[in-house]
């Protein structure tokens, strides 16, 4: 399984982005697929991540209600990202999993980060 992260860029605080991450290879009905993010300085963190088989998502506190995980029935995962905030700025990685959770440490497929940056 391969996983190949696209989207990203600069964007104005307010703005909207959108990450798209294309899964490549067998996965299985209740695989994990998520999306961290990691600033400069600070530890990788969980964002958003949701079950490809159910459906089922879950969200960091900080993007609530501005953020999206969505999967299609090509096992493709997007995250919609709305009024974007300065301290979204961070590289974003798509990462797959059998295991889930939270922590970084529980996934083992890892696609290439990409660049959000919002400025101020």
């Known amino acids: 399984v391969q996983l190949q992260a696209s989207g990203g860029g600069l964007v104005q605080a307010g703005g909207s982005l959108r990450l798209s991450c294309a899964v490549s290879?067998?996965?299985?009905?209740?695989?994990?697929l998520a999306w961290f993010r990691q600033a400069p300085g600070k530890e990788r963190e969980l964002v958003a991540r949701i079950i490809r088989g159910t459906g089922v998502t879950y969200y960091a506190d900080s993007v609530k209600g501005r953020f999206t995980i969505s999967r299609d029935n090509d096992k493709n995962t997007d995250l919609q990202m709305n009024s974007l905030k300065p301290e979204d700025t961070a590289v974003y990685y798509c990462?797959?999993?059998?295991?889930?959770?939270?922590?970084?440490?529980?996934?083992?497929?890892w696609g290439q980060g990409t660049l959000v940056t919002v400025s101020s």
């Open positions: 290879g067998r996965t299985f009905s209740n695989y994990a």
């Open positions: 990462a797959g999993s059998r295991v889930g959770g939270s922590s970084a440490a529980s996934y083992d497929l």
